[in-house]
């Protein structure tokens, strides 16, 4: 007799918080690809060799290629890439699902969130570095989309911290597992 294994709808049906990581963390390694591209370009920039005007008209500037790696390498990455692993994490420790309404809100904030922070950055209108202090300004809607991320990370505090409270009303007495201790732990942080 045959095993059949699990196809992905089975999975995802069993355990919704799995699509929603994965939808995380693809988004991020999707920024992280592009992001990466221009590493090599500030390499060549330091050795006085500048290839952004083999770019143009796509990429203008020094800048622009420095505020799209740090933006999407150190906070995009990062940020999308903590919400999917955590949220993932902490469902699979506890075994406390989710409101996964709210988990795909939250993804869809940051979806919304990058697109608009990305528009301002790949026309050039936001070099502003991944500081986002003055005296460097940008266009409006690369900040509206960094609060938008903002927001969505927000969302993952209030999904890590409901779902512990859950877990302790189903196991009263009982110590907090571990990895949902620090996932919480880390949001709150």
Do not use: C
Not at 144 to 157: D, F, R, W
Not at 173 to 185: D, N
Request: proline share 7%; no cysteine; net charge positive.
């Amino acid at each position: 007799m045959a095993v059949r294994s699990a196809s992905p709808e089975d999975i995802y049906a069993t355990h919704p918080e799995k699509k929603v990581s994965l939808y995380f963390m693809v988004l991020g390694f999707i920024a992280l690809t592009i992001g990466v591209i221009f590493g090599p370009f500030q390499i060549f920039n330091y050795a006085n060799i500048d290839l952004y005007p083999a770019l143009q008209p796509l990429f203008k500037s020094y800048y622009q290629g420095l505020t799209l790696h740090g933006v999407l390498n150190a906070i995009v990455f990062t940020q999308f890439f903590i919400q999917g692993s955590l949220l993932y994490l902490q469902a699979r420790d506890s075994n406390v699902r989710p409101l996964m309404p709210v988990a795909w809100a939250a993804w869809w904030l940051d979806l919304i969130g990058l697109a608009l922070a990305a528009w301002p950055l790949l026309l050039n209108n936001a070099t502003v570095l991944y500081t986002f202090y003055p005296p460097l300004q940008g266009h409006w809607a690369f900040y509206v989309g960094a609060a938008l991320i903002i927001v969505s990370s927000l969302v993952s505090v209030f999904l890590s911290v409901e779902m512990w409270v859950r877990w302790k009303k189903q196991n009263p007495g009982k110590p907090t597992p571990l990895v949902t201790f620090m996932t919480t732990a880390t949001w709150m942080m």
